[in-house]
């Protein structure tokens, strides 16, 4: 019982302390508050100053908050679109049906075939090319494995002209409504450049697996892998500048990453199927670097089309990319 009541007692006394404590320092914060305050208004050299809009990394003083956030959100879209376009182009690729549409044309090809009919004159077209007499060497391609393919591929090709929509309106708005500074004309204007050209590169690398000269029923059709690089190249320019400039619009830009690099190395090594010369790591098979390395003539190209070399300047870009 007395242990009950000392108990008792120590808590009281406690909690009085506390209470006398925080009523002191309340006294204390309310006087302190007081002397800042007349202060700051005896030195207006000490008032909050408004950060420039030039923090943002671009010229957006003529911007308000509201017109910043419209055209960065949109340029996140933009980003986004793009990013989606290289994983269906990755699917196209992996699926192996970028050879599937045998023609191009801005307007008319957004119409997929529609009837029985016209699917039969679509798969007649792809019959006279490569792709179909490699791939029917062995076993004939039916109809509906036909229609797979060309769907992936017109998939990707539609994605493409929806970034074009979705892109070129808006900043034509934008424009029109003068939200851009001088910098970020400039800006824009090079990505409706990219974005134009995209287009016609994309059909440029098409048709270098679709030449018979350089195909032959024997072998795999490829498309050329420059071709390839620069088409998936432009792809990650124009994903970073719409993400850089959308960033732009709400923080200040902070340090750069080089990986342009890399990502050029790996398409060289998708464009060659080099990724499946050597499965073991971090070893090439029992040597660390591989044999046949400067097989080709002149030396040069057997950093973009000896598949050994290629898959072994990707793998250590990798590697050294991580310091």
């Known amino acids: 019982m007395l242990n009950i009541v000392l108990c008792s007692f120590r808590m009281s006394f406690l909690f009085q302390v506390a209470v006398r404590s925080a009523s002191g320092l309340s006294c204390r914060l309310s006087s ?16 909050v100053v408004k950060i420039p809009a030039r923090q943002f990394g671009i010229d957006v003083a003529g911007m308000n908050a509201k017109e910043r956030k419209r055209v960065g959100y949109w340029l996140f879209l933009c980003a986004g679109m793009c990013y989606g376009a290289v994983a269906i182009g990755g699917l196209t690729r992996l699926t192996e049906s970028g050879l599937s549409m045998v023609n191009w044309d801005l307007f008319r090809s957004m119409r997929p075939p529609l009837s029985q009919k ?38 990707h090709r539609m994605w493409g002209r929806a970034i074009g929509i979705v892109f070129l309106l808006p900043c034509a708005y934008f424009w029109a409504k003068g ?15 990219l974005i134009l050209a995209q287009g016609g590169i994309g059909w440029w690398m098409v048709k270098s697996g679709l030449d018979p000269s350089k195909n032959s029923e ?35 830009p902070q340090g750069k990453q080089k990986n342009i690099e890399r990502s050029f190395s790996g398409a060289i090594v998708a464009g060659l199927d080099a990724g499946l010369v050597y499965n073991s790591w971090p070893k090439f098979a029992d040597s660390w670097i591989p044999e046949n390395m400067l097989t080709r003539s002149p030396t040069w190209r057997n950093f973009f089309e000896n598949d050994v070399t290629t898959q072994f300047i990707h793998r250590n870009l990798v590697g050294v990319s991580i310091f």
């Open 118 to 155: 016209e699917w039969e004159e679509e798969f007649e077209r792809y019959k006279m090319y490569p792709e179909y007499q490699y791939k029917s060497s062995n076993e004939e391609m039916t109809l509906s494995q036909f229609k797979f393919i060309w769907n992936m591929e017109y998939g």
């Open 179 to 193: 939200y851009f500074p001088a910098t970020m004309k400039r800006r824009m204007a090079a990505c409706t450049a």
């Open 32 to 47: 302190t508050h007081a002397s800042i305050s007349s202060i700051l208004k005896s030195r207006p050299l000490l008032n």
């Open 218 to 252: 024997s072998s795999v059709p490829r498309v050329s892998q420059y071709r390839l690089a620069t088409h998936l190249s432009i792809a990650f320019v124009l994903y970073s500048l719409f993400l850089y400039n959308g960033i732009s619009h709400f923080v200040a």
